[in-house]
T-cell receptor, first 109, second 114 residues
Framework: AQRVTQPEKLLSVFKGAPVELKCNYSYSGSPELFWYVQYSRQRLQLLLRHISRESIKGFTADLNKGETSFHLKKPFAQEEDSAMYYCALLNTGGFKTIFGAGTRLFVKA | NAGVTQTPKFRVLKTGQSMTLLCAQDMNHEYMYWYRQDPGMGLRLIHYSVGEGTTAKGEVPDGYNVSRLKKQNFLLGLESAAPSQTSVYFC?????????????FGSGTQLSVL
């Protein structure tokens, strides 16, 4: 069965500190993984997807198949990064996205 | 460009009442989804549709029904609401293009069942 695990419900860091939001997955096929973000009073939106290998708003995420992880990282957190972050996995058929429980990031001034 | 529109935004029901949540998208997307968002549990898939006239069960389908009579609309029905269905409901859609797959979300419906 496919599953996405985000072990931290809340992560609090100081502005300028590095941040890492953890995501582990279980999936029998070749996974396609995403990070979605929900800022206060905004809609849930895509932050990045692993297949694009891109950096968005300073965030990067590397797929580690050996550790079945897709951690989200940013070297220097900003206050505007405070939001709810969801790791998500798209199934092989490409039509069903499963989400983790989410991690709320709070960046303190 | 409206994207994904959900109505209503808020609703309070009494146990046993019924209601329908409407989702409309104007992006000509094939796939549409209903999720519920609960604290500590993230987003859980209720039902989804891969095209007009088709629907399928997700992770937590019990107590809900859906219909996709038109490509742009995806309706979520609660026949007999229960307090356990108090949640925030999100509709989403996607093109189904595997090379550029991403979900577009509505703004959510906050439902309270008393």
């Amino acid at each position: 069965a496919q599953r996405v695990t985000q072990p931290e419900k809340l992560l609090s860091v100081f502005k300028g500190a590095p941040v890492e939001l953890k995501c582990n997955y279980s999936y029998s096929g070749s996974p396609e993984l995403f990070w979605y973000v929900q800022y206060s009073r905004q809609r849930l939106q895509l932050l990045l997807r692993h297949i694009s290998r891109e950096s968005i708003k300073g965030f990067t995420a590397d797929l580690n198949k050996g550790e079945t992880s897709f951690h989200l990282k940013k070297p220097f957190a900003q206050e505007e990064d405070s939001a709810m972050y969801y790791c998500a996995l798209l199934n092989t058929g490409g039509f069903k996205t499963i989400f983790g429980a989410g991690t709320r990031l709070f960046v303190k001034a | 460009n409206a994207g994904v529109t959900q109505t209503p935004k808020f609703r309070v029901l009494k146990t046993g009442q019924s209601m329908t949540l409407l989702c409309a998208q104007d992006m000509n997307h094939e796939y549409m989804y209903w999720y519920r968002q609960d604290p500590g549990m993230g987003l859980r898939l209720i039902h989804y549709s891969v095209g007009e006239g088709t629907t399928a069960k997700g992770e937590v389908p019990d107590g809900y029904n859906v219909s996709r009579l038109k490509k742009q609309n995806f309706l979520l029905g609660l026949e007999s609401a229960a307090p356990s269905q108090t949640s925030v409901y999100f509709c989403a859609s996607s093109s189904g293009d595997a090379t550029n797959e991403k979900l577009f979300f509505g703004s959510g419906t906050q439902l309270s069942v008393l």
